[in-house]
């Protein structure tokens, strides 16, 4: 069933975001790919492959709206579910703005995550 739904990537820091969410997202049938930081899925060779990014706001080096940027610049039109622990009212607007599919506050519902993977890819609920 994982051929069934786009690649997500999630780009993250934190640790233990990156071993539940790839179990999770493998549950509803989304093949997954994470990444520690946003060179690192830079350099993956995945970009090209990602229907849909989860991208952690805060993050070491390049920070999740900058990878957004970078992906702008690179032309890449990947959808960004942007996750963060704290929120911020100015990043939120200019991460929205800049085309963010969603901009969820830690800890999110399964249901949220999912509701926004769906409206990002066009499939389902409107993001949030």
Known sequence: MTGAHPRVAIVDDDLSVRESLPDWLKDFGFPSNA?????EFLASGFVAQTGCLILDVVMPGMSGPDLQNELTLRGHKIPIIFITARFDRAVRKRVLDA???AYLLKPFSD???LDAIR???GTGASPP
């Open 99 to 101: 085309g963010a599919a």
């Open 111 to 113: 249901t949220a995550l």
């Open 119 to 121: 409206a990002a890819l």
């Open 35 to 39: 990444f520690a930081s946003a060179d």
